[in-house]
């Protein structure tokens, strides 16, 4: 199995960028499609991005195409997402995920296996 954490977040103002890091540890982090959710007070947590194994192929949510890019370094076991032009609606706490199976139902959260606690990310002036 493995473990992941989640660094990174912060409060940053409107059009702000940040990148967010997940570095996993315990087994062989390659292995696993990886993914970034978020939760909003009062939501239910959603699908953000989405990289395969091998990083060749990435998916993104609707609300973020064009702002955020998810990135993997499989020799460094770690996952970025870099964040650009963030808005107070971005607001939330993200998790990272991992899954073993590599299945193309990469955007329910009943896919992934493990989870780190989350960073929180908030968007404010």
């Known amino acids: 199995q493995v473990q992941v954490e989640e660094s990174g977040g912060g409060l940053v103002q409107p059009g702000d960028s940040l990148r967010l890091s997940c570095v996993a540890s315990g087994s062989t982090f390659s292995r696993y499609s990886t993914g970034w959710f978020r939760q909003a007070p009062g939501k239910e947590r959603e699908f953000v991005a989405h990289?395969?194994?091998?990083?060749?192929?990435?998916d993104y949510a609707d609300s973020v195409k064009g702002r955020f890019t998810i990135s993997r370094d499989n020799a460094e076991n770690v996952l970025h997402l870099r964040m650009k032009s963030l808005k107070p609606e971005d607001t939330a706490v993200y998790y990272c995920?991992?899954?073993?199976?590599?299945?193309?139902?990469?955007?329910?959260?009943?896919?992934?296996?493990?989870w780190g606690q989350g960073t929180q990310v908030t968007v404010s002036s």
């Open positions: 990289i395969s194994w091998s990083g060749a192929s990435t």
């Open positions: 995920a991992a899954e073993p199976w590599g299945g193309s139902e990469f955007t329910r959260t009943s896919q992934y296996v493990y």
